[in-house]
């Protein structure tokens, strides 16, 4: 596993890496084509190093890690892509409900997948959309809705708005039900960032229901200083992702004042 700069987590942990969805957004595609330090090295194929692949080597990693943290889990890649094969998957989930210390975010463009496997409590399941109203978009948060009211006391759920580049005539579509968690993004290298119209209407239909905690990610901070200069941005863990130590420990300070 690897310490990570993403906001929303402590910990990154890659068993399984590459995609086929082929956004053209996609950081994971370029760090692994482009950067200077995947490509043939670390499991990664030299000729295709974003091809999906397995890393047997990598599923004890959370086990040696004895303080609990948030692990984003492939962070490279789409760990329930349609491609993936079921043993891939099975085997992770083994290793996070063998590390049941930790609090374990699955975040995937397929999440109807969720359903074909048991999942253990310390697992969250999120979906990845981009905000804009998209048959896409819209089958993957009702996917994600289903999950929550079929089986609300057991799955935790999330979705993940990014990139997130919607201009003063497009509603943001962010789900249904709204889920435990949103997390929203601008587009980062090259820049492209939201309307600050269409990112206040984004956080005013969370902030419509006290439940739905909202995580805006440091991209979207030029915007949001335009929205409401000097105020804080909103960075809200759920409690159940909250731990008394790590990035989600602000939280915790915060629900003690």
């Given at each position: 596993?690897?310490?990570?700069?993403?906001?929303?987590?402590?910990?990154?942990?890659?068993?399984?890496?590459?995609?086929?969805?082929?956004?053209?957004?996609?950081?994971?595609?370029?760090?692994?084509?482009?950067?200077?330090?995947?490509?043939?090295?670390?499991?990664?194929?030299?000729?295709?190093?974003?091809?999906?692949?397995?890393?047997?080597?990598?599923?004890?990693?959370?086990?040696?890690?004895?303080?609990?943290?948030?692990?984003?889990?492939?962070?490279?890649?789409?760990?329930?892509?349609?491609?993936?094969?079921?043993?891939?998957?099975?085997?992770?989930?083994?290793?996070?409900?063998?590390?049941?210390?930790?609090?374990?975010l699955?975040?995937?463009?397929?999440?109807?997948?969720?359903?074909?496997?048991?999942?253990?409590?310390?697992?969250?399941?999120?979906?990845s959309?981009?905000?804009?109203d998209?048959?896409?978009?819209r089958?993957?948060?009702?996917?994600?809705?289903?999950?929550?009211?079929?089986?609300?006391?057991?799955?935790?759920?999330?979705?993940?708005?990014?990139?997130?580049?919607?201009?003063?005539?497009?509603?943001?579509?962010?789900?249904?039900?709204?889920?435990?968690w949103?997390i929203?993004?601008?587009?980062?290298?090259?820049?492209?960032?939201?309307?600050?119209?269409?990112?206040?209407?984004?956080?005013?239909?969370?902030?419509?229901?006290e439940?739905?905690s909202?995580?805006?990610?440091?991209?979207?901070?030029?915007?949001?200083?335009?929205?409401?200069?000097?105020?804080?941005?909103?960075?809200?863990?759920?409690?159940?992702?909250?731990?008394?130590?790590?990035?989600?420990?602000?939280?915790m300070?915060?629900?003690?004042?």
């Open positions: 596993m690897n310490r990570t700069k993403i906001e929303w987590c402590d910990w990154t942990w890659n068993p399984i890496t590459g995609c086929l969805h082929g956004c053209p957004y996609c950081y994971a595609r370029k760090a692994a084509e482009d950067g200077p330090y995947l490509r043939g090295r670390a499991g990664y194929d030299a000729v295709q190093p974003f091809a999906p692949a397995f890393h047997p080597l990598r599923l004890e990693q959370p086990l040696r890690v004895k303080r609990p943290g948030l692990v984003f889990v492939v962070s490279m890649g789409d760990a329930l892509g349609e491609w993936v094969p079921r043993e891939w998957i099975s085997r992770v989930i083994d290793t996070c409900r063998a590390a049941d210390w930790h609090r374990f699955w975040l995937t463009k397929n999440p109807e997948r969720y359903a074909d496997f048991t999942w253990p409590e310390n697992c969250w399941l999120g979906t959309v981009t905000g804009e998209t048959p896409e978009n089958a993957r948060l009702e996917a994600i809705s289903d999950i929550e009211v079929l089986a609300p006391a057991q799955f935790r759920v999330f979705v993940s708005v990014e990139p997130f580049t919607l201009g003063d005539g497009q509603a943001p579509a962010l789900g249904f039900g709204f889920p435990a949103v929203i993004g601008a587009q980062t290298k090259p820049s492209v960032m939201p309307s600050e119209l269409a990112l206040s209407r984004a956080v005013a239909m969370t902030r419509e229901l439940i739905v909202l995580f805006l990610k440091d991209s979207l901070r030029p915007v949001w200083e335009r929205i409401a200069p000097g105020q804080p941005m909103p960075r809200q863990w759920p409690a159940g992702l909250r731990l008394e130590h790590g990035k989600s420990s602000e939280a300070i915060t629900a003690h004042h």
